[in-house]
């Protein structure tokens, strides 16, 4: 495999990235809602960033296709680096983290989030060549999955603490004799700091031969340039339907993991900070066995049936969350949803990979991002009303539906989706 030796430090930096973006992200929204006992501040501000992260999606799309993708990954690195560093200093100066600046700092690293896996699958694209593509992005999958999902129960059980005697791992009971002590969350960012500056320096030496070749785009404002994407589409709309209905897992996702299941632990399965821990290893678990399984298991038939089908998943588990209220229950849910969700993002980057040039890979991503950006916004408002806190088996029933509707608008493309010819000129 041809830059075999830069692959393997983008998996290292992208695993350490992903253990960094995990703490923050899954344990600021813990804190808000089992410190500060506060969900719907939570939803709110969560709701806040989504909407400034609309506008940042389109933005980054341009700098992905524009810049070195090795340049954009350092700067990232650099940027969570010097903000989060920065906070933690402040809460050991000041005793605590103030509200504003624990935001701050899941805004910082959402945004960044925005940014890095737009330019991962681009520089995974233009290195690799395409008869690795199922491979690499079944690698990416369990490699991010597994390190934002881990980092994100240690997280929540560095904030909660754990003590000696009876603890749960996976379910099962067992006996530890060690106590930690809850850590403060500037602790937390101050460890989230230095993963950012260990995979700034495993990026540094970074070197490769480009694979998919780009073309200099000159004279062309920001606007112009994220317009190239937008005709694209437009000339190719049957990607547009794919590419944001099997999306729509997604969306799913960033809002269960960040807005609905803290509060469902908390508030209606009674659980703590462990019980949320363990349905995100579940999660990671079952995202683990779709990188390991799910090109095998769909060999032999497309990866549009494969999203289809992962999306039908998700489907049927949100419809078994309606009614559980066991925590048995919501770690065979986190399992299931982590499967779908690896599974169909395998396909769907595989399926784009193969239809979408690298000239415009980025810039077509920040047009499916928006969309999805604007459904999430809607379901977190949405979620965050007092009504979802309490009858939250209702949202859970909404996402059921909208993923049957997702599935019968990639079932009824169909036809069109897996004719569609391979690696179409983005110049034409």
């Known amino acids: 495999m041809r830059n075999l030796s830069a692959i393997i430090r983008l998996f290292i930096a992208n695993s350490i990235s992903g253990f960094a973006q995990g703490i923050s992200l899954i344990a600021v929204s813990w804190y808000f809602v089992d410190i500060l006992q506060n969900p719907t501040l939570w939803g709110n501000i969560y709701a806040a960033i989504t909407f400034i992260s609309l506008f940042w ?68 694209q233009e290195i690799t060549d395409q008869k690795h593509y199922s491979r690499i992005t079944s690698y990416l999958e369990i490699q991010g999955q597994l390190t934002t999902m881990l980092s994100g129960a240690i997280g929540a059980l560095l904030l909660s ?45 970074i070197r490769y031969t480009a694979i998919s070749k780009r073309y200099k785009e000159t004279g062309a404002s920001l606007i112009q340039r994220f317009n190239i994407g937008i005709q694209y589409l437009k000339k190719h709309p049957l990607i547009f339907v794919f590419g944001n209905a099997a999306y729509f897992i997604f969306v799913t996702t960033m809002v269960i993991n960040f807005c609905l299941f803290p509060n469902f632990v908390k508030n209606h399965l009674n659980g703590e900070a462990h019980v949320f821990a363990i349905g995100e290893l579940w999660f990671a678990l079952g995202a683990v066995g779709a990188g390991i399984f799910i090109s095998t298991l769909f060999k032999r038939t497309t990866t549009v049936m494969g999203t289809i089908v992962m999306t039908l998943v998700s489907a049927s588990t949100f419809f078994f969350l309606t009614n559980n209220r066991t925590i048995t229950g919501f770690y065979t849910a986190s399992f299931f949803l982590g499967l779908a969700n690896a599974g169909d993002r395998i396909m769907r980057v595989t399926y784009l990979f193969n239809h979408i040039p690298n000239q415009v890979i980025g810039r077509t991503q920040s047009v499916f991002t928006v969309i999805n950006v604007v459904m999430r916004l809607f379901f977190i408002v949405l979620f965050s009303l007092a009504f979802f806190v309490e009858y939250i088996g209702i949202a859970f029933f909404i996402f059921a539906i909208c993923c049957l509707v997702a599935a019968a608008f990639l079932a009824y493309f169909y036809k069109g989706l897996v004719n569609m010819p391979t690696h179409v000129d983005a110049k034409e």
Not at 60 to 80: P, Q, S
Not at 89 to 115: Q, S
């Open 57 to 124: 999606g389109l933005y980054a799309g341009t700098l992905v296709d524009r810049y070195n993708r090795k340049h954009i990954f350092l700067a990232e690195n650099m940027a969570g680096a010097l903000v989060l560093l920065s906070v933690s200093a402040i809460g050991f100066y000041l005793g605590g983290i103030p509200t504003p600046l624990a935001a701050l700092c899941f805004a910082i690293t959402f945004f960044i989030f925005n940014i890095h896996y737009p330019a991962l699958y681009a520089f995974a």
């Open 161 to 205: 603490g754990v003590s000696s005697g009876e603890v749960q791992l996976l379910g099962t009971s067992f006996n530890q004799p060690f106590h930690i002590e809850a850590w403060s969350l500037q602790k937390v960012f101050l460890l989230d700091g230095l993963t950012y500056i260990a995979c700034f320096l495993i990026i540094i030496p």
